[in-house]
């Protein structure tokens, strides 16, 4: 019998490891995405780099004019490394979302990628450093601060992607109050416009989207 007649067309949340891993497609599509993964933290300094180098103009925000600034990196990071750690140990459970999910992934780091590039923002008036201990450390890596990541924003669109990522209401529930509130935190360390933080759930969602029409016609090509 044919590989493809004896495992399930991605994707599938009952999909378990080894059959996962005895379909060639399977492997081809998450070792790509891994490698794109670590292609992805290799090209992210240096293209911070450029954009924190560059001229951009300032957005008028009466919300962030009207809101005195605080720093809350603590909450903030605690919200977002909480998230990403307990939606990881979901999905490595899972590897046909968590196949889904790491294209997604990708995608949205390519749309911001290309959003950044095109919306040259300085920064918000009233600016406090958010202090990342990995992001600081590991991925820029230079003596001056990245302040121009702007639109949009990473941090509210990377916590509404793991909502997208689970399943169980409760979860993704949990997940959708944790992005309103790590929107709501940025934008009291006024490290980004308003307009960056609403448009982040629309562009995870699209990545999102278009990674399972993605990865469902990589799979069913073999």
């Known amino acids: 019998m ?19 891993w005895a379909w060639p497609a399977f492997r081809r599509a998450l070792l790509l995405g891994l490698a ?22 300032v957005l008028p925000d009466p919300l962030l004019a009207a809101l005195p600034a605080h720093d809350v990196s603590g909450p903030t990071f605690g919200l ?27 995608l949205l780091h390519a749309f911001r990628t290309l959003t950044l590039y095109l919306v040259p ?39 509404f992607l793991l909502s997208l990522s689970v399943r169980p209401r409760l979860w993704r529930q949990v997940l959708l109050a944790a992005t ?8 009291v360390q006024h490290t980004h416009y308003t307009y960056d933080v609403l448009a982040a759930p629309f562009f995870a969602a699209a990545s999102y989207w278009l990674a399972g029409r993605l990865v469902r016609g990589v799979v069913q090509a073999q």
């Open 180 to 187: 309103v509130a790590v929107g709501m935190l940025v934008l």
């Open 121 to 159: 923002l300085e920064p918000p008036a009233g600016l406090l450093l958010l202090h990342d201990p990995f992001v600081d450390r590991f991925l820029y890596g230079g003596p001056t601060p990245i302040t121009k990541d702007l639109f949009f924003s990473g941090h509210t669109a990377t916590l």
């Open 80 to 106: 977002i490394y909480l998230s990403i750690g307990a939606t990881l140990g979901y999905l490595l459970r899972r590897p046909a979302l968590l196949l889904h999910s790491l294209w997604a992934y990708l």
């Open 36 to 57: 794109l993964l670590l292609v992805l933290a290799a090209f992210v300094p240096h293209y911070f780099a450029y954009i924190q180098a560059r001229p951009g103009f």
């Open 2 to 20: 044919p590989l493809s007649r004896r495992v399930p067309v991605l994707p599938t949340d009952s999909l378990l490891w080894p059959a996962a």
